[in-house]
């Protein structure tokens, strides 16, 4: 019976491995979907396919601002939009706390987004909150000016993010010499941060391994 119990415990967690994050993901899409929809409301009645047909369309909402970021997409990469993007920085720039966090918000989404952005130079790993633990940074430069005249130290800028959540997290001013870089990749320093630790760097590799072996094979 002790035997039947595990075996029957073993197959329970795998499946509840399988089915958790797909569930989860399943949830949270359609959450998103549906917050996605309330765009919807902004729009006239005429102008919806529901009018017509009688019936909800999921997902609509999220296909109408996907569409809305597309076009001013297109719009901001021409001269004229590149002029009203900068008319509109200009009027957000002498708003003084609008100021601070519209720039921080739209430098940290470039860092995140932009893969030829330079925002995130390396992965480091430092001492904190105490000297024998650990966590992840990323070097976002050197300091500048009155900082490395009053400590008389090359000080270097960190961003120390949170998990599960990397888009949030801490600045903070370390002396060079007590980073310890990494060879891991900006990238892979994210997966593992967002799994908790679950996925190890070594896991990214092994899994990358398998895919270039099994495109080799089917080549």
Do not use: C
């Not at 109408?64 to 009203?84: F, P």
């Not at 957000?92 to 706390?97: G, K, N, S, T």
């Not at 949170?162 to 990749?185: K, W």
Request: aromatic letters at 10%.
């Amino acid at each position: 019976m002790k035997g039947l119990r595990t075996i029957l415990k073993n197959y329970f967690l795998t499946g509840l491995l399988v089915i958790l994050p797909i569930f989860i993901t399943a949830y949270v899409i359609w959450h998103l979907i549906k917050a996605m929809d309330a765009v919807l409301k902004f729009i006239p009645d005429k102008y919806l396919p529901e009018t017509y047909i009688n019936i909800y369309i999921p997902g609509l909402g999220l296909i109408l601002v996907v569409l809305l970021i597309l076009i001013v997409g297109i719009l901001t990469r021409n001269i004229a939009g590149r002029r009203v993007l900068q008319l509109w920085d200009n009027l957000v720039d002498r708003i003084p706390l609008a100021r601070i966090l519209y720039s921080s918000v739209k430098q940290l989404l470039q860092a995140f987004f932009f893969q030829n952005s330079n925002s995130f130079q390396r992965v480091a790993l430092i001492e904190y909150p105490r000297r024998g633990i650990y966590v992840l940074g990323f070097i976002t430069g050197e300091s500048r000016g009155e900082v490395q005249e009053k400590t008389n130290r090359k000080m270097i800028n960190v961003f120390i993010p949170t998990t599960p959540n990397p888009t949030s997290g801490f600045y903070v001013l370390v002396p060079e010499e007590d980073l310890m870089l990494l060879d891991m990749s900006v990238e892979d320093a994210f997966k593992l941060l967002i799994s908790g630790g679950l996925v190890s760097p070594n896991d990214i590799q092994r899994t990358r391994r398998k895919k270039g072996d099994a495109t080799g094979t089917r080549n």
